[in-house]
């Protein structure tokens, strides 16, 4: 055994590195704060912060004055006080009944989303800061409209817990056209004055923080994602609120050779080279978290210029077309970067369109052999300008 614990230090070298840039996440804390204009953010970092690591993005946001995060579930929420965050951590998906106590010991608030969540509430102890989510179409979570107003008055008359505010969530915030969003604000605001007209609100995604201003004044918070990342989740979004990547995904060229015409690549064979190619391996793949149905539409940066997939992805390669031995990429060597996404590569709203997916999918569905670091930009300076990766050169 003795000959292995050297290896141990070894084996946290990525292969497949995911590079943080915290500078940018600085950057666009303060956009999005600017479109916020003077309300709340409440930072979204479920999912390990959309998959950038919590552990780098919390403290960052916390740092620069964030009160408020959200998560998926408790464990989230416990890892999120684990990091010594103190501030309000409110949980998206409703509770179970026997999740209650972690709730308490840990001062996570609470979503009310339907009758027999309130119910639960009000059976124990507490004490809980709850968020009633009301259901203004989207239909995944929430109370009625109909429902809303006796909840809130016997949670009001419960000593044991807090009603922080009443919310609800858009389902179409991100697109063109904003007459569903305006309907479910419609909604909202009856709910609203049946209950008195007092509850603080809150309602703004990524996508409303953008484009709906209406949702946005005068709440209580706003509940940003996709944009403290830089991945808004359309063009339309990406349009109005200047942001930047924070991720840049990279891995390295372990193969390269040059194929000749009329010869296939990879399972199923379904590229087929139209003339002799040089093709590179990328130690990269779909356990890394990269869609299978990248497959032949992928593009990925090498020495600054987007090449395509070639061939189907596998589970940890992939391979891509650099052209005729005689180009500008014919010399590429193994051990060359390659960039997956991000700055030097494709970017996420292009890689998403690519597999058919959101941007969020694409960073949030990274799996733990990813290694996640974090780099710092210089101020003020282009988004490439990053802090040389570690030296792999000793190991
Ligand atoms: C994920 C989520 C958000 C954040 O959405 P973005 O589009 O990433 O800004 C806000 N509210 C709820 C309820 C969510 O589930």
């Given at each position: 055994m003795k000959a292995y614990t050297a290896g141990l230090r070894e084996s946290r070298v990525p292969t497949v590195r995911a590079e943080v840039d915290l500078g940018a996440l600085r950057q666009n804390l303060r956009a999005v704060r600017a479109a916020a204009?003077?309300?709340?953010?409440?930072?979204?970092?479920?999912?390990?912060?959309?998959?950038?690591?919590?552990?780098?993005?919390?403290?960052?946001?916390?740092?620069?004055?964030?009160?408020?995060?959200?998560?998926?579930?408790?464990?989230?929420?416990?890892?999120?006080?684990?990091?010594?965050?103190?501030?309000?951590?409110?949980?998206?998906?409703?509770?179970?009944?026997?999740?209650?106590?972690?709730y308490v010991a840990y001062g996570l608030d609470v979503a009310v989303t339907s009758p027999v969540v309130a119910e639960a509430v009000l059976a124990h102890p507490g004490p809980f800061r709850v968020h009633v989510e009301v259901d203004t179409g989207m239909h995944r979570l929430g109370l009625s409209p109909a429902e809303t107003p006796d909840v809130v008055r016997r949670l009001q008359a419960a000593p044991h817990v807090e009603i922080v505010a009443l919310w609800t969530h858009l389902a179409t915030a991100d697109e063109d056209d904003l007459a569903f969003s305006r309907e479910q604000l419609a909604c909202l605001e009856a709910v609203l004055a049946a209950t008195g007209g007092l509850l603080p609100v809150h309602v703004a995604n990524s996508g409303a923080l953008a484009q709906l201003p209406e949702a946005v004044r005068q709440r209580a918070l706003v509940r940003p994602g996709g944009l403290?990342?830089?991945?808004?989740?359309?063009?339309?979004?990406?349009?109005?609120?200047?942001?930047?990547?924070?991720?840049?995904?990279?891995?390295?060229?372990?193969h390269v050779q040059t194929v000749p015409a009329g010869e296939s690549v990879s399972y199923g064979r379904t590229w087929r080279a139209a003339q002799p190619t040089r093709i590179a391996t990328v130690a990269a793949g779909y356990a890394d978290g990269l869609p299978r149905q990248l497959s032949n539409r992928g593009r990925a940066g090498v020495r600054g210029r987007l090449v395509p997939y070639a061939g189907a992805?596998?589970?940890?390669?992939?391979?891509?077309?650099?052209?005729?031995?005689?180009?500008?990429?014919?010399?590429?060597?193994?051990?060359?970067?390659?960039?997956?996404?991000?700055?030097?590569?494709?970017?996420?709203?292009?890689?998403?369109?690519?597999?058919?997916?959101?941007?969020?999918?694409?960073?949030?569905?990274?799996?733990?052999?990813?290694?996640?670091?974090?780099?710092e930009a210089a101020p003020g300076a282009g988004a490439r300008n990053f802090r040389a990766p570690p030296d792999l050169s000793s190991v």
């Open positions: 204009g003077g309300v709340p953010v409440l930072g979204v970092v479920k999912a390990n912060a959309y998959g950038h690591g919590v552990e780098l993005v919390a403290p960052v946001l916390a740092a620069e004055g964030v009160r408020a995060f959200a998560v998926a579930n408790v464990s989230e929420g416990i890892a999120l006080r684990a990091l010594g965050i103190d501030g309000a951590v409110l949980v998206f998906t409703p509770p179970l009944p026997q999740e209650l106590p972690a403290l990342y830089g991945i808004p989740a359309t063009e339309i979004v990406a349009a109005r609120v200047p942001v930047r990547p924070v991720m840049r995904l990279v891995s390295r060229v372990v992805v596998c589970m940890d390669l992939l391979m891509l077309d650099l052209g005729p031995p005689d180009g500008p990429l014919g010399d590429v060597e193994p051990g060359e970067e390659v960039v997956l996404l991000g700055p030097g590569g494709p970017p996420a709203l292009d890689l998403a369109e690519a597999a058919g997916t959101v941007t969020y999918a694409l960073t949030a569905g990274l799996t733990a052999r990813v290694v996640r670091v974090a780099t």
